[in-house]
Protein backbone atom coordinates (compact mmCIF):
# COMPACT_ATOMS: atom_id res chain seq x y z
CA UNK A 1 0.00 0.00 0.00
CA UNK A 2 1.29 3.77 -0.45
CA UNK A 3 0.11 6.61 1.38
CA UNK A 4 0.30 9.78 -0.40
CA UNK A 5 0.34 12.30 3.04
CA UNK A 6 1.26 15.56 3.99
CA UNK A 7 2.33 16.46 7.70
CA UNK A 8 -1.44 18.92 7.82
CA UNK A 9 -4.70 18.14 9.91
CA UNK A 10 -6.10 15.60 7.89
CA UNK A 11 -3.63 13.46 6.88
CA UNK A 12 -2.61 13.62 10.57
CA UNK A 13 -4.89 10.63 11.82
CA UNK A 14 -4.44 8.34 8.65
CA UNK A 15 -0.83 8.36 9.21
CA UNK A 16 -1.54 8.25 12.64
CA UNK A 17 -3.72 4.76 12.60
CA UNK A 18 -1.08 3.64 9.80
CA UNK A 19 1.68 4.09 12.54
CA UNK A 20 -0.89 2.51 15.23
CA UNK A 21 -1.37 -0.93 13.16
CA UNK A 22 2.01 -0.85 12.20
CA UNK A 23 0.52 -1.38 8.83
CA UNK A 24 2.25 -2.41 5.74
CA UNK A 25 2.38 1.20 4.49
CA UNK A 26 5.00 2.95 2.03
CA UNK A 27 4.14 7.18 2.70
CA UNK A 28 4.56 9.08 -0.10
CA UNK A 29 5.10 13.08 1.17
CA UNK A 30 2.77 15.15 -1.19
CA UNK A 31 4.12 18.97 -0.97
CA UNK A 32 1.18 20.87 -0.78
CA UNK A 33 3.82 24.26 -1.31
CA UNK A 34 5.01 22.66 -4.21
CA UNK A 35 1.66 21.86 -5.60
CA UNK A 36 2.49 18.33 -5.73
CA UNK A 37 -1.27 17.62 -5.30
CA UNK A 38 -2.40 19.25 -8.25
CA UNK A 39 0.03 17.48 -10.61
CA UNK A 40 -1.98 14.87 -13.01
CA UNK A 41 -0.12 11.68 -11.46
CA UNK A 42 -1.61 12.59 -7.99
CA UNK A 43 -5.04 14.12 -9.72
CA UNK A 44 -5.30 10.62 -10.83
CA UNK A 45 -5.29 9.10 -7.52
CA UNK A 46 -7.33 11.78 -6.04
CA UNK A 47 -9.04 13.47 -8.14
CA UNK A 48 -10.07 16.30 -5.55
CA UNK A 49 -6.11 17.13 -5.44
CA UNK A 50 -5.85 16.49 -1.14
CA UNK A 51 -4.15 14.79 1.21
CA UNK A 52 -4.24 11.57 2.06
CA UNK A 53 -4.77 9.23 -0.44
CA UNK A 54 -3.88 5.48 -0.43
CA UNK A 55 -3.61 2.76 -3.05
CA UNK A 56 -3.78 -0.29 -2.41
CA UNK A 57 -3.53 -3.00 -5.29
CA UNK A 58 -6.59 -1.72 -7.44
CA UNK A 59 -8.25 0.42 -4.72
CA UNK A 60 -7.69 4.24 -4.91
CA UNK A 61 -9.04 5.42 -1.93
CA UNK A 62 -9.43 9.10 -0.56
CA UNK A 63 -11.12 10.71 2.45
CA UNK A 64 -8.81 10.71 5.49
CA UNK A 65 -11.61 8.10 7.55
CA UNK A 66 -12.17 5.71 4.83
CA UNK A 67 -8.68 5.29 4.62
CA UNK A 68 -8.42 4.98 8.90
CA UNK A 69 -11.51 2.07 8.30
CA UNK A 70 -9.51 0.80 5.23
CA UNK A 71 -6.11 -0.20 7.07
CA UNK A 72 -7.87 -1.28 10.50
CA UNK A 73 -10.09 -3.33 8.27
CA UNK A 74 -7.44 -5.11 6.74
CA UNK A 75 -5.60 -5.46 9.88
CA UNK A 76 -8.65 -7.04 11.28
CA UNK A 77 -8.44 -4.61 13.92
CA UNK A 78 -11.12 -3.48 16.15
CA UNK A 79 -10.22 0.03 15.88
CA UNK A 80 -12.86 -0.61 13.00
CA UNK A 81 -15.42 -2.84 15.29
CA UNK A 82 -16.24 -6.31 14.01
CA UNK A 83 -20.08 -5.89 15.69
CA UNK A 84 -22.23 -4.38 13.59
CA UNK A 85 -24.25 -2.07 16.39
CA UNK A 86 -20.64 -0.53 17.47
CA UNK A 87 -19.69 0.41 13.64
CA UNK A 88 -23.07 2.34 13.83
CA UNK A 89 -21.92 4.20 16.65
CA UNK A 90 -18.51 4.60 15.28
CA UNK A 91 -20.22 5.97 12.46
CA UNK A 92 -22.61 8.49 14.52
CA UNK A 93 -18.62 10.05 15.75
CA UNK A 94 -17.32 10.00 12.51
CA UNK A 95 -20.25 11.93 10.70
CA UNK A 96 -20.83 14.22 13.67
CA UNK A 97 -17.14 14.82 13.96
CA UNK A 98 -17.01 16.23 10.30
CA UNK A 99 -19.81 18.14 10.12
CA UNK A 100 -19.27 19.57 13.69
CA UNK A 101 -16.21 19.21 15.91
CA UNK A 102 -13.28 18.82 13.66
CA UNK A 103 -15.05 21.06 11.37
CA UNK A 104 -14.91 23.56 14.24
CA UNK A 105 -11.08 22.44 15.34
CA UNK A 106 -10.26 22.71 11.24
CA UNK A 107 -11.37 26.15 10.63
CA UNK A 108 -9.24 27.60 13.61
CA UNK A 109 -6.35 25.75 12.31
CA UNK A 110 -6.96 27.50 9.10
CA UNK A 111 -7.22 30.76 10.74
CA UNK A 112 -4.19 30.36 12.65
CA UNK A 113 -1.64 28.14 10.79
CA UNK A 114 -2.34 27.88 7.33
CA UNK A 115 -3.46 31.61 6.06
CA UNK A 116 0.05 32.63 7.37
CA UNK A 117 1.57 30.21 5.07
CA UNK A 118 -0.33 30.55 2.12
CA UNK A 119 0.29 34.94 3.00
CA UNK A 120 -3.73 34.75 3.52
CA UNK A 121 -3.05 37.69 6.19
CA UNK A 122 -4.37 37.60 9.61
CA UNK A 123 -6.84 35.65 11.35
CA UNK A 124 -10.06 36.95 11.26
CA UNK A 125 -11.03 38.06 14.59
CA UNK A 126 -14.61 37.75 14.46
CA UNK A 127 -14.69 35.05 12.81
CA UNK A 128 -12.24 33.25 15.52
CA UNK A 129 -14.72 34.27 18.04
CA UNK A 130 -17.42 32.72 16.01
CA UNK A 131 -15.67 29.06 15.53
CA UNK A 132 -14.83 29.39 19.04
CA UNK A 133 -18.04 29.74 20.12
CA UNK A 134 -19.09 26.88 17.43
CA UNK A 135 -16.18 24.72 18.96
CA UNK A 136 -17.56 25.78 22.49
CA UNK A 137 -20.87 24.49 21.52
CA UNK A 138 -19.93 20.88 20.06
CA UNK A 139 -16.90 20.65 22.96
CA UNK A 140 -19.51 20.21 25.50
CA UNK A 141 -21.96 17.64 23.89
CA UNK A 142 -18.45 15.24 23.54
CA UNK A 143 -17.65 16.41 26.83
CA UNK A 144 -21.02 14.79 28.06
CA UNK A 145 -20.85 11.85 26.20
CA UNK A 146 -17.13 11.27 27.30
CA UNK A 147 -18.06 11.68 30.96
CA UNK A 148 -19.79 8.39 31.04
CA UNK A 149 -17.60 6.44 28.06
CA UNK A 150 -13.91 6.11 28.08
CA UNK A 151 -13.86 6.47 24.37
CA UNK A 152 -16.40 7.92 21.90
CA UNK A 153 -18.00 4.16 21.03
CA UNK A 154 -17.74 2.77 24.68
CA UNK A 155 -14.67 1.34 26.09
CA UNK A 156 -12.25 0.52 23.04
CA UNK A 157 -10.64 3.12 21.12
CA UNK A 158 -11.80 3.43 17.50
CA UNK A 159 -11.19 5.11 14.40
CA UNK A 160 -13.72 7.44 15.44
CA UNK A 161 -11.55 8.93 18.40
CA UNK A 162 -8.54 9.08 15.64
CA UNK A 163 -10.94 11.18 13.71
CA UNK A 164 -11.92 13.52 16.87
CA UNK A 165 -8.69 14.20 18.15
CA UNK A 166 -7.33 15.41 14.95
CA UNK A 167 -7.24 18.99 15.96
CA UNK A 168 -6.31 19.39 19.11
CA UNK A 169 -2.22 18.89 18.49
CA UNK A 170 -2.73 21.99 17.19
CA UNK A 171 -4.70 23.56 20.29
CA UNK A 172 -1.90 25.87 21.64
CA UNK A 173 -1.11 27.44 18.62
CA UNK A 174 -4.72 27.66 17.00
CA UNK A 175 -6.64 28.41 20.64
CA UNK A 176 -8.87 25.82 20.35
CA UNK A 177 -10.10 25.72 24.04
CA UNK A 178 -10.28 22.19 25.17
CA UNK A 179 -8.82 22.45 28.11
CA UNK A 180 -11.97 24.07 29.37
CA UNK A 181 -13.60 20.59 29.07
CA UNK A 182 -12.57 17.93 31.40
CA UNK A 183 -13.55 14.66 30.03
CA UNK A 184 -11.96 16.01 26.64
CA UNK A 185 -8.87 15.93 28.72
CA UNK A 186 -8.80 12.72 30.19
CA UNK A 187 -10.17 11.26 27.10
CA UNK A 188 -7.50 13.19 25.09
CA UNK A 189 -4.68 11.82 27.37
CA UNK A 190 -5.29 8.41 26.40
CA UNK A 191 -4.44 9.26 22.97
CA UNK A 192 -1.51 11.62 23.33
CA UNK A 193 -0.18 8.60 25.19
CA UNK A 194 0.35 6.61 21.89
CA UNK A 195 3.05 6.96 20.11
CA UNK A 196 1.87 6.48 16.80
CA UNK A 197 -0.74 9.48 17.76
CA UNK A 198 2.42 11.71 19.28
CA UNK A 199 4.64 11.33 16.22
CA UNK A 200 2.29 10.01 13.53
CA UNK A 201 5.14 10.72 10.43
CA UNK A 202 7.75 8.77 9.09
CA UNK A 203 11.70 10.56 9.02
CA UNK A 204 12.16 12.29 5.88
CA UNK A 205 15.76 12.82 4.67
CA UNK A 206 15.99 16.54 3.23
CA UNK A 207 15.94 16.58 -0.43
N1 LIG B 1 -12.21 15.53 3.57
C1 LIG B 1 -10.83 15.32 3.19
C2 LIG B 1 -10.09 16.63 3.37
C3 LIG B 1 -8.66 16.55 2.84
C4 LIG B 1 -7.99 17.92 2.87
O1 LIG B 1 -8.65 18.97 2.79
N2 LIG B 1 -6.67 17.90 2.96
C5 LIG B 1 -5.92 19.14 2.93
C6 LIG B 1 -4.71 19.01 3.86
S1 LIG B 1 -5.21 18.95 5.56
C7 LIG B 1 -5.40 19.37 1.53
O2 LIG B 1 -5.03 18.44 0.85
N3 LIG B 1 -5.36 20.64 1.10
C8 LIG B 1 -4.82 20.98 -0.17
C9 LIG B 1 -5.69 21.95 -0.92
O3 LIG B 1 -6.84 22.15 -0.51
O4 LIG B 1 -5.21 22.52 -1.89
C10 LIG B 1 -10.21 14.20 4.05
O5 LIG B 1 -10.66 14.05 5.20
O6 LIG B 1 -9.33 13.49 3.59
Redesign the pocket.
Known amino acids: MKLFY?T????RK?CAVARHLDAPVTFVHVD?LKGE??SPDYLAVNP?????ALIDGDTML????A?MCHLARKAGSELWPSDGAQQVEVMRWLSWN?QHFSSHTGNLYFEHLIKPVLGLGEPEPAAVERMIGAFRDSAAVLNGHLRTHRYAAGDDITIADFALASGLPYADDTHVPFADFPHIVRWYTQLDALPAWRDPYPARTAA
Open positions: ATFNPALHRNGRVPWEADIS
